[in-house]
Structures are given as structure tokens and as C-alpha cells.
């Protein structure tokens, strides 16, 4: 089960990575009354409402060896997004976006704006406002949204299955290696990885609980723990 949590864990790694960096970004990009920006906005929420198995097909349509896209990179680079590690990764992005640009937007929105006006004033770049003042300030939700994020990720099953495949070793991930078990017959494996992913899943709930509860909750909680 060693592979199959490695290959999960590294397909979160760069989901987060890339959808925290791509959120900023496109928060920053547009003014919020720009109608570009609400288009882009609506294509990114868009997978929340989609099934996985939808989204999962377009990703064929959109990068298959016969799409614009996919005939790119083989002719370029002899690369399909089928059956790899990439498509895994691209689908497991695609349906935890949504999840982070939101925890990002709500974050960045509620900050109080004398806050950024005086950074502002006081002739802070925008980097730096981000560093100091954005997250500092919304950390809490922005979290939030990353942790929820993760968890989407670490689960994708439907998108994965039909752009990636279930390959052991390359694109197998847990939820694909609890299915193929169970498939199979296996359910020691199966019970196995049951284990691993409710470990996991667990461990996402408590880390968004503690940075939902505010200070004095969470005092108290620990008051009556030590009691």
C-alpha cells in the first residue's frame, strides 16, 4: 500500500500547490467587477457542481491524443495525459479548485480595508501585502479552504479513473487501490487500505476543525481535555 499512498500524497502536493498559487493569482489578476474575471470565476467553481465522472470525460475530450491539446504534447513531446501520473494530477487540480479559490476569495474579502489602505500608503508592494497583511490576516479561512481542498484531492476517484486509469505503480492512487481490491476479491488489501484513508481523512477533519474553532473554543476544549 506503500505506492499507492505516495503516488495520493504527491498528487496532493501539487494539486495544493498549484490551485493556492493559481487562487492568489487570479484574485490579484482582475478587478472584482471585471466580467472576465466573473467568467473565469464560474469555468473554476464549475467542477463543484459537476459529477466526477463528467469531468472526467472532458478531460479525455480536452486532452486526449486526438484533441488540439493532446496532439500538442505528443507530437512536441510523444506524451499522452491518458493512462499517466499527469492526468491523475490534472483531475485531482481540477476538482479541488474550486474548494481552495473560494477559501482564498472569502479570506481575502473580509479583511478589513484600513488594513490594506495604510499598507497601501505606506508603499508596501503587492507581494509583500500578501505576506504580511492577506494571509496574516485570513489565514484561518484560507486554510480552511486548503485543508477541504486536500481532502478533495486525496479522495478523487471518478475524474481519476477515466482520465488516468488504475495502473498500479503509476496511477493507482488509494481510493483506486481500495476499489481494485474490492474488485478483486481482496479484502485484506482492501481492509488495508480502508485503514489508511480513514487515518487520513481523520487527520484532514481535526486539522480543519482546529483552524475553524475560534481561540477561546479551542481554550476550552483543551481546559477540559486536561481535566
Known sequence: MITPLKLSLSIVFLSLTFNL???????????????????????????????PSVIGYMLIIFLGKNSFIGKIFYNLFSFRFIFSFEGAAIA?????????????????????KAYIETAQCLGVSKLNMIKYVYLPLSYRKVFSGVILGIGRAFGEFGATILIAGNIPGRTQTL??????????GNYSSANEVLIILLFFSGLFLILYILLTKKRAELSSLFNIIQL
Not at 467568467?39 to 464549475?46: A, D, M, N, R, S
Not at 474548494?99 to 472569502?106: A, L, N
Open 175 to 184: 481510493p483506486l487501490a481500495l476499489y481494485s481490491a474490492i474488485e478483486s
Open 92 to 112: 485531482a487540480i481540477i476538482v479541488s479548485l474550486p474548494i481552495i479559490y473560494q477559501g482564498v476569495k472569502v479570506g481575502f474579502d473580509t479583511i478589513d
Open 21 to 51: 498559487l493559481f487562487s492568489i493569482i487570479l484574485y490579484f489578476s482582475f478587478n472584482n467587477k471585471n466580467n472576465l474575471k466573473k467568467i473565469i470565476e464560474f469555468i473554476v467553481t464549475l467542477p463543484i457542481f459537476l459529477p
